[in-house]
């Protein structure tokens, strides 16, 4: 099958501002979440395959308890990643489609699954998902958020380095149409360089929307089984044991 592999403008040629928009520090507590649900696993979980690393900021903060294998399809994102991760082993490829020929104890794709805008794209990376776990290991996927939990939202952030690089940037996420599987992430970037030269970006984001039974019924048909827990901050975690 032929995917779209557009990329928006934040895993292209904004990719080096990604640190200034969501700081690593900010997955700290998160990350310690995730880490926590692969001991739900019936084998010990040494090495983890992350799907959709992006810059690498969950990975910083599980690389020193399990052994990471990051793939992305954004060249400029592994390239971001491999600075703060330079111990983990980087791989250009597609969550849809990306076979490495191996084994792991434990699969994540983070909010990366987000661009899944249909259901055969979802379907084809919990496959990959699959296929990369070995038996009695664990998958976890950790989308933004379901249809059943979806609300429309506004939020701003952005910080400063000590160069005196800053971003600012707001974040409007909304429904156009309720009846099909995607939802609107627009953002608008205030990227100040070393000069203090401000340029102001909009990069839209299409993103998907599933109910929690497409998540759960996708999970088993690819053999996995299926489950979900919440996360601190109300987010429904979707977890796949496989078994066989």
Known sequence: MSWDVSLPRMYRDLAGWFPLITPVEEYREESAFIAS?????DIPVIEILELGSGGGHV?????????????DLSPDMLEM?????????????????????????????????MYMTTEPELRAAMETAHTHCRRGGMVVIAPDFTR?????????????????RGVR?????????????????EYVYALRDESGDVEVVHDPHE????????????LESVGLEPDSVMDPDGREIFLGSRRR
């Not at 250009?92 to 076979?99: K, L, S």
């Not at 993103?207 to 996708?218: C, N």
């Open 207 to 218: 993103v998907g929307i599933f109910p929690r039974d497409t998540w759960l019924g996708l």
């Open 37 to 41: 649900l692969f001991t739900r696993a």
């Open 169 to 185: 940037f707001l974040e409007w996420v909304w429904d156009p149409d309720e009846s099909d599987s995607t939802v609107r992430a």
């Open 148 to 164: 059943e939990l979806f609300e429309p939202s506004t939020s701003h952030e952005g910080v400063d380095d000590p160069s005196g």
């Open 59 to 71: 990975a910083r903060h599980l690389r020193d308890r399990f052994a990471m294998t990051l793939v």
């Open 81 to 113: 990643s491999l600075r703060i991760n330079p111990e983990c082993e980087h791989i250009q490829g597609d969550m849809r489609d990306v076979r490495l020929g191996r084994q792991y104890d434990g699969v994540l794709i983070h909010d990366a699954i």
